[in-house]
């Protein structure tokens, strides 16, 4: 108890390589008595800049293989990718292939198990940067999967890629050797396909749009309002017709901003033919 609660900070004096083994000592035995708020805390004791320096690969790789189990513990999915990230740009593991392997496939698990927005897609984006991605191609198609603006068949998915992304015999355990995370991936592949949805098609039948989720229609229903209360799409449902608007509303001042453009073109158009009228008549005169 006096080594979970001992106060340590490595921005004050002494030896920093003692005091960042000490709070990690701290994290592990607060983890373990299971006061993740009181893990989360003290890990911020630590600043990550520490690990720039020589000789900390060891530390660095026991922080964030315990902030991994702790944002794991939160369902965090993206913090857990990026605390691969973290790991797989280690000098030390970038030097065993079979380490970096590991470390990189997992960047691209918890990454398409996060969450959609604007983080998570700027991960994306860097990790399909990475010209190792190459060297795992499961993992590459998989990632291009989600990058694409086309809808996913989540059957043909599961069939095509769980004899690849799940661990053989006597090898490490991966994310996806459990239910629980190929159902949260189900998940991300509909929430995928209702952005794919808003984005071609303006308006659509519900029952159209369950068959093109492969949902009954009350499941769609609820993956559609999921999405629109985080604000991933625009939507709104008419149920008497049961139509599904995705068209967005337009502010006033947009509203305004195209009511004076049109009015310019009428104006331009009626100035144009005044001047014709005008050029007819001087012809005419003349003849």
């Given at each position: ?172 355990t991966t994310p996806l050797d ?110």
């Open positions: 108890r006096r080594v979970r609660e001992a106060v340590v900070s490595t921005q004050s004096t002494g030896e920093k390589k003692e005091k960042v083994e000490f709070i990690l000592e701290q994290m592990r035995l607060c983890y373990q008595t299971k006061d993740y708020i009181r893990t989360s805390i003290i890990s911020k004791k630590i600043s990550t800049k520490y690990f720039d320096s020589k000789d900390t690969d060891d530390l660095k790789m026991r922080y964030y293989r315990q902030m991994i189990d702790l944002n794991l513990h939160h369902k965090d999915y993206l913090a857990v990718s990026k605390n691969y990230h973290e790991i797989y740009t280690t000098p030390a593991v970038k030097e065993n292939d079979a380490q970096w392997k590991e470390a990189l496939q997992r960047v691209v698990i918890f990454l398409i198990l996060s969450e959609y927005d604007n983080e998570q897609r700027d991960m994306l984006a860097r990790v399909k940067a990475d010209s190792n991605l190459s060297k795992i191609p499961y993992y590459q198609n998989v990632l291009t999967c989600f990058d694409t603006a086309e809808l996913l068949n989540w059957s043909i998915l599961k069939e095509v890629y769980s004899t690849h992304l799940k661990s053989k015999a006597g090898q490490a459990t239910e629980d995370n190929w159902e949260v991936l189900r998940k991300r592949v509909v929430e995928h396909n209702i952005r794919v949805i808003a984005k071609y098609y303006p308006r659509i039948s519900l029952s159209h749009f369950a068959s093109l989720l492969h949902l009954e229609l009350k499941e769609a229903e609820d993956m559609l309002c999921k999405q629109v209360v985080k604000g991933t799409v625009t939507a709104k449902i008419d149920r008497l017709d049961g139509i599904v608007n995705f068209t967005k509303p337009r502010d006033t001042e947009e509203i305004l901003n195209s009511w004076s453009g049109n009015l310019n073109s009428v104006m331009t158009l009626i100035g144009n033919c005044n001047h014709l009228i005008t050029k007819e008549r001087m012809v005419h005169q003349v003849n």
